[in-house]
């Protein structure tokens, strides 16, 4: 199985500053034939599903507001929230999808300062 | 827009099997090359995919479950089921159905998800 890990475990950002989480996998998950990478993030707020952001490594899901975005290629890959507002309060997963099972960080949970 | 809900006892006894229902809503299950997948989260801790049936009836299972998982669909309710046998505390976590999209045969994302069931596994 591909092992995806995520850094930090934990981070906690002022409102209207950065958020960077990142994601590495411990293989290749660049597709050649179509040179798309084969990952995506969620944010899971308390008591809530999973919510999709990102596919493709970098296509925002429609609706996902645009300082959500996603970056990265191979094996190492980020999800920076541009401007941190109250309502990004959530653990943040990504999963590949390159190959079954598909498989998932451990998550990252993003607070206020 | 599509809306998927879980239904199913909340408590099993080990050794038993477990039962969950996904009913789709606004939308119809035979429709549009989905993977209808079930993914589970124990307290505290990180996602588990569990399976899929494909809209052609196909399954696909976590190796580290297959031998006690079955997923199956009920075109004529809009459903698909999971059985997980011989459960163990470890079982216990909340259940999620979800639909997987993706224009690659490689894989897919999940794209809506279920709000999700607690299962306790417990005598």
């Known amino acids: 199985d591909i092992v995806m890990t995520q850094s930090p475990d934990s981070l906690t950002v002022s409102l209207g500053e950065r958020a960077t989480i990142n994601c590495k996998s411990s293989?290749?998950?660049?597709?050649?034939?179509?040179?798309?990478?084969?990952l995506a993030w969620y944010q899971q707020k308390p008591g809530q599903p999973p919510n999709l952001l990102i596919y493709?490594?970098?296509t925002r899901e429609s609706g996902v507001p645009d300082r959500f975005s996603g970056s990265g290629s191979g094996t190492d890959f980020t999800l920076t929230i541009s401007s941190l507002q109250a309502a990004d309060v959530a653990i943040y997963y990504c999963?590949?999808?390159?190959?079954?099972?598909?498989?998932f960080g451990q998550g990252t949970k993003l607070e206020i300062k | 827009q599509v809306q998927l809900q879980e239904s199913g006892p909340g408590l099993a006894k080990p050794s038993q099997t477990l039962s969950l229902t996904c009913t789709v809503s606004?939308?119809?299950?035979?429709?549009?090359?989905?993977?209808w997948s079930w993914i589970r989260q124990p307290a505290g801790k990180g996602l588990e995919w569990i399976g899929h049936?494909?809209?052609?009836?196909?399954?696909n299972y976590n190796p580290s479950l297959k031998s006690r998982v079955t997923i199956s669909v009920d075109t004529s309710k809009n459903q698909f089921s999971l059985q997980l046998s011989s459960v163990t505390a470890a079982d216990t976590a909340v259940y999620y159905c979800?639909?997987?999209?993706?224009?690659?045969?490689?894989?897919?994302?999940?794209?809506?998800w279920g709000q999700g069931t607690l299962v306790i596994v417990s005598p």
């Open positions: 979800a639909r997987g999209y993706s224009t690659s045969w490689r894989g897919y994302w999940f794209d809506p």
């Open positions: 606004g939308g119809s299950i035979s429709n549009g090359g989905y993977y």
């Open positions: 049936i494909y809209t052609s009836g196909t399954t």
């Open positions: 293989q290749n998950i660049l597709y050649s034939s179509n040179n798309k990478n084969y």
């Open positions: 493709w490594a970098s």
């Open positions: 999963q590949q999808y390159y190959s079954s099972p598909c498989t």
